[in-house]
């Protein structure tokens, strides 16, 4: 390979004055960094630069020559096995998050060059094609990011482990007080206004949600999930908090469910499903929920339309994942005969969630590097940053969206959300304020 390098830095050489890594760079580079400062120290000792020479500046090496043939040849997919790897690094200017944010906010869709366009618009249309989520995929896939030690998690999550938006109602809220408002946000949502509903928790992660609306609304709650970790870990909580008798889970696939539920709950799990099985998803839903029922959808979405997986994101995160538009959604809810009663689009409220847990992150960094290693702290390091990135500057979002099957299953107007939420914080409200370790403390029933 290295022979391939040189005689190619020769024949392009001899072209281009610059050398042939400038040659490479420059085109790549200028079309993707019009504002702000880029700088880019080549391994041969050169530097260039690149934006409009104002801030923000990020300063990064390359410290091999074939790191710029990968990035000519795929930057979505080598910049991050690049910082994976070492072989890519920042020296001024901040972190990863900065070379990120940098990034992103030139990054928006109508600023692509438009080949990148089409590249894009490419994998969205054959993005169904390869989506491989059968049962069997399905558990493996999630077991890839979900089954890695319980420990990693408790070291950058708040105390209850909710791996999905919190819902901040303001700037100075704690990541822990935010997580909390988005339980009751969503129970709030399911109308569980009497005790005794049966609910179903559909990727019911480490128990946090079945968990608080089996104790706090008298519900009986069944959680599926897919990630044994997530199992064993979420059956020993409802053991301490005293309500296995009412809220029980089990390894399960969607598609395997029989019965029927008076409310059924899915959040952050939707974003796995991908795209050829959404008809399926809803179809399972409409049979598993009740006529009279209520269902909330709490699931990453995008703002701009279809599109496609990042190619970093599907081969080292999210293998399977697919992040939808509210248009795919709403026309899958649409064929399985289900009705649509609410939306509410959370907008910032996620790129808050991940830039807490990446700092809770780098605050733990040395624990998770030897529960790991230090290719895996990068990795997850630009994992949480580009995910911030993608919610402040290219349309991320989150969708909340009420399902039902009859038209009047829920009030006319949207203020019975609002007097349930009070309740449930006029409940509370005599907890600690950092919303950290506060569960021991809601022992009694909100609805």
Partial sequence: MRGSVVSFSGAVGALFPGGWQTAVLRPLL???????????????????????????????????????????????????????????????????????????????????PLAWRFIQDLRSSVSEFWSRNSPWRAKANVAHHYDLSAKLYELFLDSDLQYSCAYFSGPSESLGAAQIAKKYHIA???????????????????????????????????????????????????????????????????????GRYDRIVSVGMFEHVGRRYFDSFFVKASELLDDE????????????????TAPWTAKYIFPGGYIPALSEISRAIERSGLLITDVEVLRLHYAKTLMEWRR??????????????????RMWEFYLAGAEMAFRHIGHVVFQIQITKRIDAVPLTRDYMVDIERAIHAAIGSQPESGEGRDSERSRRVA
Avoid at 363 to 376: G, H, P, Q, V
């Fill in 360 to 377: 809770r992150f780098e605050a733990n960094r040395k624990e998770i590097t030897e529960l790991y290693d230090e290719r895996f702290c």
């Fill in 188 to 258: 709030s949502k399911l109308l569980l206004d009497k005790p005794g509903l049966s609910v179903l928790d559909i990727g019911s992660g480490w128990g946090g949600t079945a968990i608080d609306l089996a104790r706090d609304f008298e519900a009986k709650v069944r959680g599926i999930t897919l990630s044994e970790e997530q199992l064993v870990k979420a059956r020993e909580r409802a053991k301490d908090a005293g309500v296995e008798e009412r809220c029980q889970f089990e390894l399960s696939d969607y598609r395997a469910l029989v």
């Fill in 30 to 112: 200028n079309a993707f960094v019009r504002r702000g400062t880029l700088v880019v120290r080549l391994s041969d000792g050169s530097e260039l630069n690149f934006g409009d020479c104002g801030a923000p500046r990020v300063a990064l090496r390359l410290h091999d020559a074939h790191a710029i043939l990968q990035l000519a040849r795929n930057p979505e997919l080598a910049l991050g096995e690049l910082y994976m790897d070492g072989r890519l690094t920042i020296e001024d200017g901040g972190d990863i998050a900065d070379l990120l944010d940098l990034v992103f906010s030139n990054a928006g869709r109508k600023n692509l």
């Fill in 293 to 308: 029922g209520v269902m909330l959808l709490h699931t990453i979405g995008r703002l701009d339309g279809p599109g496609a």
